[in-house]
């Protein structure tokens, strides 16, 4: 079992920039895949970014060039860096961790414009 304890969200202006952090505890498997998910209202959660414990590194077209994707290994610890943030950004972000699927409680992302 895996346990995630998202931090970071909050409220920014449009154009500015917030750093999600997502730590994990529990069993870590050596080979995992961690990520970030979005839920907007009314909408379907969708991935936002994702990364293996390799280092390769997948993003959605809507945020590449925005957002970085980082993690530390050791501190089972995902990073989401959002820069330049649009309205349209605005969700709750779940963190995720594969294989098996566990979630974070959410962390809410409000854009003003």
């Known amino acids: 079992h895996v346990q995630l304890v998202e931090s970071g969200g909050g409220l920014v202006q449009a154009g500015g920039s917030l750093r999600l952090s997502c730590a994990a505890s529990g069993t870590i498997l050596s080979i995992n895949t961690m990520g970030w998910y979005r839920q907007a209202p009314g909408k379907q959660r969708e991935l936002v970014a994702s990364?293996?414990?390799?280092?390769?590194?997948n993003y959605a077209d809507s945020v590449k060039g925005r957002f970085t994707i980082s993690r530390d290994n050791a501190k089972s610890t995902v990073f989401l860096q959002m820069n330049s943030l649009k309205p349209e950004d605005i969700a709750v972000y779940y963190c995720n961790y594969q294989p098996g699927h566990y979630w974070g409680q959410g962390t809410q992302v409000t854009v003003s414009s």
């Open positions: 990364i293996l414990s390799t280092g390769r590194t």
